[in-house]
C-alpha cells in the first residue's frame, strides 16, 4: 500500500515536471511578460478539469494560449478555425506534448452564425462542457472590409451568445470566463491607415465591456475581460499593407508598421493567462512592448468640456 502511495505521488510529480519543461521549452528563446502580481492575488479560476474554446486557436497566438492552458492542467481544449490543414498539425502537436485527446479541431468559419453554434455543440458533446472562451480569430484585410468586420466583430459576437447559452447560469451553465481579443492600435489608439479594422475593434471593446457589466455578470456568472495586443509579429500583420483599403492607405499602413517593435505571440498568451486568473469582469487591458497594463478608463462626464447651453 505505502508502495502504491509512493509511486503514484512520483507519477504525479514526473507528469509536473513535465509539463513544466514543455512551456519552458514553449517560450525558450522568446520575449517574455513579467507580471507581478501586488499581495499575490488570489486566481479567480480553477483550471483544474475546466475546458477551453480558442477560435483562431490554431496558429500564432490562439495555439500559444492552448499551449499555456495545457501546461496549467486544464482538461481539454477545442482549437476552432478555418484552415484544416495547421488545424490538425496544431492538434497533433499539442496531442503529443500534453497527452491523447487533450485537443481537438473544429473547422469553423465565425463569419457563419450556423456553423459557430455546431462548433458549439460538438465540443459540448466531446467534453461534455465549455467553462472557457477565447476569441482570438481575425483577418487584417481592409480590400474586403465586409469579410473583415463580419469575422472580427461579428464572429465575435456569434462566438459569444453561443458562450452564454452554454455556460451562463441563465440558461445551462454554471458560469464562465470569455476572453475577447480587440487591439490597441484600432481600438484604443486611431489606426488611421486602417479605418474599417479600427471599427471593428472599436466594436469589440464596447461589446465586451457592456456584456461584462457588473449586472450581467451578477446574472449570468459569465467574467468578460478584453485584451488589446501591440503590433504583434504574427500573420494577422504580414503583408498587411497589401490588403489595406487603398493604395494611399496601404503605402502609411506600410510606413507605420515598420516603425512599431513588434511582440512575440507568446507574449499575448502569456498576458491572457493573467486575465483569465485575475482579469476583473468588463476591465479592459493592453500589451505592449512585452508589457501588460490594464485600464482604468475615465467615466465621459470626468473629461467632458461644456461648449454651449441649448435651449
Same mark, same amino acid.
Given at each position: 500500500?505505502?508502495?502504491?502511495?509512493?509511486?503514484?505521488?512520483?507519477?504525479?510529480?514526473?507528469?509536473?515536471?513535465?509539463?513544466?519543461?514543455?512551456?519552458?521549452?514553449?517560450?525558450?528563446?522568446?520575449?517574455?511578460?513579467?507580471?507581478?502580481?501586488?499581495?499575490?492575488?488570489?486566481?479567480?479560476?480553477?483550471?483544474?478539469?475546466?475546458? +477551453?474554446?480558442?477560435?483562431?486557436?490554431?496558429?500564432?497566438?490562439?495555439? +500559444?494560449?492552448?499551449?499555456?492552458?495545457?501546461?496549467?492542467?486544464?482538461?481539454?481544449?477545442?482549437?476552432?478555425?478555418?484552415?484544416?490543414?495547421?488545424?490538425?498539425? +496544431?492538434?497533433?502537436?499539442?496531442?503529443?506534448?500534453?497527452?491523447?485527446?487533450?485537443?481537438?479541431?473544429?473547422?469553423?468559419?465565425?463569419?457563419?452564425?450556423?456553423?459557430?453554434?455546431?462548433?458549439?455543440?460538438?465540443?459540448?458533446?466531446?467534453?461534455?462542457?465549455?467553462?472557457?472562451?477565447?476569441?482570438?480569430?481575425?483577418?487584417?484585410?481592409?480590400?474586403?472590409?465586409?469579410?473583415?468586420?463580419?469575422?472580427?466583430?461579428?464572429?465575435?459576437?456569434?462566438?459569444?451568445?453561443?458562450?452564454?447559452?452554454?455556460?451562463?447560469?441563465?440558461?445551462?451553465?454554471?458560469?464562465?470566463?470569455?476572453?475577447?481579443?480587440?487591439?490597441?492600435?484600432?481600438?484604443?489608439?486611431?489606426?488611421?491607415?486602417?479605418?474599417?479594422?479600427?471599427?471593428?475593434?472599436?466594436?469589440?471593446?464596447?461589446?465586451?465591456?457592456?456584456?461584462?457589466?457588473?449586472?450581467?455578470?451578477?446574472?449570468?456568472?459569465?467574467?468578460?475581460?478584453?485584451?488589446?495586443?501591440?503590433?504583434?509579429?504574427?500573420?494577422?500583420?504580414?503583408?498587411?499593407?497589401?490588403? +489595406?483599403?487603398?493604395?494611399?492607405?496601404?503605402?502609411?499602413?506600410?510606413?507605420?508598421?515598420?516603425?512599431?517593435?513588434?511582440?512575440?505571440?507568446?507574449?499575448?498568451?502569456?498576458?491572457?493567462?493573467?486575465?483569465?486568473?485575475?482579469?476583473?469582469?468588463?476591465?479592459?487591458?493592453?500589451?505592449?512592448?512585452?508589457?501588460?497594463?490594464?485600464?482604468?478608463?475615465?467615466?465621459?462626464?470626468?473629461?467632458?468640456?461644456?461648449?454651449?447651453?441649448?435651449?
Amino acid at each position: 500500500m505505502i508502495n502504491l502511495f509512493w509511486f503514484n505521488t512520483l507519477k504525479a510529480f514526473r507528469v509536473l515536471r513535465i509539463r513544466q519543461l514543455l512551456r519552458f521549452q514553449h517560450r525558450q528563446s522568446q520575449s517574455q511578460v513579467k507580471i507581478v502580481c501586488p499581495g499575490k492575488p488570489k486566481p479567480l479560476i480553477d483550471f483544474n478539469c475546466k475546458v +477551453a474554446l480558442i477560435t483562431g486557436g490554431s496558429d500564432s497566438t490562439g495555439l +500559444a494560449i492552448a499551449h499555456e492552458l495545457l501546461a496549467e492542467s486544464v482538461k481539454n481544449v477545442a482549437l476552432v478555425g478555418n484552415d484544416t490543414c495547421r488545424g490538425r498539425e +496544431a492538434v497533433l502537436a499539442l496531442n503529443r506534448a500534453y497527452g491523447k485527446n487533450k485537443a481537438v479541431f473544429i473547422n469553423c468559419d465565425v463569419q457563419s452564425k450556423v456553423q459557430v453554434n455546431d462548433s458549439y455543440c460538438k465540443v459540448v458533446a466531446e467534453f461534455g462542457k465549455i467553462d472557457i472562451v477565447i476569441n482570438a480569430a481575425g483577418v487584417f484585410d481592409g480590400c474586403n472590409w465586409e469579410k473583415e468586420l463580419m469575422t472580427n466583430l461579428v464572429g465575435t459576437i456569434h462566438s459569444m451568445l453561443e458562450a452564454y447559452n452554454v455556460m451562463s447560469k441563465e440558461e445551462r451553465g454554471s458560469g464562465g470566463v470569455i476572453l475577447n481579443f480587440s487591439g490597441l492600435h484600432g481600438g484604443l489608439k486611431p489606426l488611421y491607415p486602417a479605418p474599417t479594422l479600427s471599427a471593428g475593434h472599436h466594436g469589440i471593446i464596447g461589446l465586451s465591456t457592456s456584456f461584462g457589466h457588473e449586472i450581467n455578470f451578477k446574472n449570468t456568472a459569465v467574467r468578460v475581460v478584453t485584451l488589446c495586443p501591440g503590433i504583434t509579429n504574427t500573420n494577422f500583420v504580414k503583408d498587411a499593407e497589401k490588403r +489595406a483599403l487603398n493604395e494611399r492607405m496601404g503605402s502609411h499602413l506600410h510606413i507605420l508598421l515598420r516603425k512599431f517593435k513588434r511582440q512575440k505571440a507568446s507574449v499575448c498568451a502569456q498576458s491572457a493567462m493573467h486575465l483569465l486568473k485575475h482579469g476583473k469582469s468588463g476591465s479592459v487591458w493592453v500589451v505592449e512592448g512585452s508589457k501588460l497594463y490594464s485600464l482604468n478608463i475615465p467615466k465621459w462626464k470626468e473629461y467632458r468640456v461644456l461648449e454651449s447651453q441649448l435651449i
